[in-house]
T-cell receptor
């Protein structure tokens, strides 16, 4: 199975709020990726994780390999963070299997 | 910053016609991929390509699909006889060989294919 599950599917937050998006997967991975997709469709890579935690600006991504679970956090959220955030499992052949995405709207 | 370039950005074609979607991957990347996203659905893996051959393909990638690297820069996806259900955004991606320190997994901006 290639399932990657994300929650929530939709999220609305007030500007400044701390946001968490969760991802779980059912099979082994070579890496776990977080990506961002804007309304125009383009996909941008945010993080690649194989263990632990990574931080880039206001974004933090964590992974627990034993529990097959990852989280993406956004601190001090801003309207420009509004996008679809996607978790993807990288298989041994380097191809991605995508989650369904979390649509985030940050209201001023 | 290096980009993966896809052309055209939008293509409309009649059912039954052949279409070729084109991609120029990042120059020092060795792995190439095609994904598709049907409107309102998740992105799905179609095929990966390495060393001039298909390395993995999904159930979606049936006999009506083919990929080719006709020269040193282009990577193409051909759909032989399009169906209405082929309407989707098609993304090309490329990645480097991490074993030699070339990192990065980059997506193109997509080609929106509409079959009428």
């Amino acid at each position: 199975k290639n399932e990657v599950e994300q929650s929530p599917q939709n999220l609305t937050a007030q500007e400044g709020e701390f946001i968490t998006i969760n991802c779980s997967y059912s099979v082994g991975i070579s890496a776990l990726h977080w990506l961002q997709q804007h309304p125009g469709g383009g996909i941008v890579s945010l993080f690649m994780l194989s263990s632990g935690k990574k931080k880039h600006g206001r974004l933090i991504a964590t992974i627990n390999i034993q529990e097959k679970h990852s989280s993406l956090h956004i601190t001090a959220s801003h309207p420009r963070d509004s996008a679809v955030y996607i978790c993807a499992r990288e298989a041994t052949g380097n191809q991605f299997y995508f989650g369904t995405g979390t649509s985030l709207t940050v209201i001023p | 910053e290096p980009e993966v370039t896809q052309t055209p950005s939008h293509q409309v074609t009649q059912m039954g016609q052949e279409v070729i979607l084109r991609c120029v991957p990042i120059s020092n990347h060795l792995y190439f991929y095609w994904y598709r996203q049907i409107l309102g659905q998740k992105v799905e893996f179609l095929v990966s390509f390495y060393n001039n051959e298909i390395s993995e393909k999904s159930e979606i990638f049936d006999d009506q699909f083919s990929v080719e690297r006709p020269d040193g820069s282009n990577f193409t996806l051909k759909i032989r006889s399009t169906k209405l259900e082929d309407s989707a955004m098609y993304f090309c991606a490329s990645s480097g060989d991490r074993r030699i320190g070339v990192y990065g997994y980059t997506f193109g901006s997509g080609t929106r294919l509409t079959v009428v």
